[in-house]
């Protein structure tokens, strides 16, 4: 529909939408919608499209093709830009994940708009649309607004309220006829990430970090056996990841991933500004540090000074005891 807000489904990669997509849809609907999924994906399930239903979503534009996985900009980017032309959205958000964030930047080029990366709220203008979005590793808010539709922006996880599921609420799933481009890459390899059995960083509530203060890689292990007993990701700061001690996928701050999650506790992180600024809109924070000058402790909500490797296990049977575990 004319002047709807698209909301680009972010999936598992086995046909569900993840849950950050019940913020996007959220948020729309309460811009004033209608709100509508665009899903590329190979491999769509009933059970996704009722969720996108359910989560407020009047329509869902299935873009079901083998070419749309793996995930290569060019194609998708050719697909949407010309469905944007059939039907003419207001706005088109996504999550920020690594390739919306791509996808996005790619897609507001492609349609000669601007783009709002990053956002962390909304307003109304008269019939503008406003974005509030940090700049400088997120020392400072920045306000935008768009020159022309549509509105292209990425909304930070963990931020906005996520829709109240609608049970039986469905969407009508529509199947646009769109060219297909070319991809300019030929897909090599697909290489499986082993799963931790922990949450995604980016979707957790609860994000456990190590620094450099973890001494090593092997041991992360008291993080993740934290993790497990309270459901909480694993992540690092870059002084760790540079150190080969974990992947960059779990590294957060400027470079790496931004968070927002219920509860962060950092374990011998010193809190660098290029670290804060990936977590520090988190809603709780906890530093667990030996140095008492620590720059982490003036953002912390809760601060222990102490050996991490005394206060993690302490903390882990003490969360074991309480929840029963
Ligand atoms: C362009 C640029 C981009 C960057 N991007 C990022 C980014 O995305 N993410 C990021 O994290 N950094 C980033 N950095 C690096 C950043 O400046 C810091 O160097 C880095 O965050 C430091 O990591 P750290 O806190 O783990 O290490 P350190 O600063 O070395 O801190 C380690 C802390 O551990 C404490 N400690 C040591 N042992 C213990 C113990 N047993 N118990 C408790 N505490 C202990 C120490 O007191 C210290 O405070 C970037 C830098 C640049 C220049």
């Not at 956002?119 to 649309?129: E, I, M, N, P, T």
């Not at 060219?179 to 922990?198: C, H, N, Q, W, Y």
């Not at 690092?236 to 957060?252: E, K, L, M, T, Y």
């Amino acid at each position: 529909m004319p002047n709807a807000f698209w909301c680009v489904v972010e999936d598992d990669r086995a046909g569900r939408p993840k849950k950050v997509m019940a913020e996007v849809l959220g948020e729309a609907t309460r811009l004033g919608g209608p709100a509508e999924a665009v899903w590329f994906t190979d491999k769509a399930t009933d059970e996704g499209l009722k969720q996108l239903g359910e989560w407020g979503a009047s329509k869902v534009w299935l873009l079901e093709n083998a070419a749309f996985a793996p995930y290569r900009s060019g194609v998708w980017v050719g697909a949407a830009a010309a469905l944007v032309e059939q039907q003419s959205p207001r706005a088109i958000f996504a999550p920020v994940t690594s390739r919306q964030r791509e996808f996005m930047a790619r897609l507001a080029a492609r349609l000669g708009v601007g783009l709002a990366a990053d956002s962390v709220a909304f307003s109304k203008d008269g019939d503008r649309l406003v974005a509030t979005r940090p700049v400088y590793a997120g020392k400072l808010l920045s306000k935008v607004t768009w020159a022309k539709s549509p509105w292209v922006a990425t909304l930070r996880p963990n931020v906005f309220r996520p829709a109240d599921a609608q049970p039986g609420r469905a969407a009508q799933v529509e199947r646009p006829s769109v060219k297909i481009p070319d991809a300019a890459m030929k897909f090599v390899e697909r290489r499986e990430e082993v799963s931790t059995g922990l949450p995604e960083l980016t979707e957790a509530e609860i994000v456990l970090s190590g620094g450099r203060g973890m001494k090593g890689p092997e041991n992360y292990v008291i993080l993740e056996q934290m993790g497990a007993v309270i459901g909480a990701a694993v992540g690092a700061s870059r002084a760790a990841v540079d150190a080969g001690w974990r992947p960059h996928r779990f590294q957060i701050g400027q470079t790496g991933r931004t968070i927002s999650p219920k509860l962060y506790m950092g374990f011998g992180v010193s809190g660098a500004i290029q670290h804060l600024a990936g977590m520090r809109t988190s809603k709780v924070i906890v530093a667990v540090n030996k140095d008492p000058e620590a720059p982490i402790f003036k953002i912390a909500d809760y601060g222990i000074v102490a050996d991490l490797f005394e206060v993690v296990p302490e903390l882990t049977k003490e969360f074991k005891r309480l929840l029963d575990k």
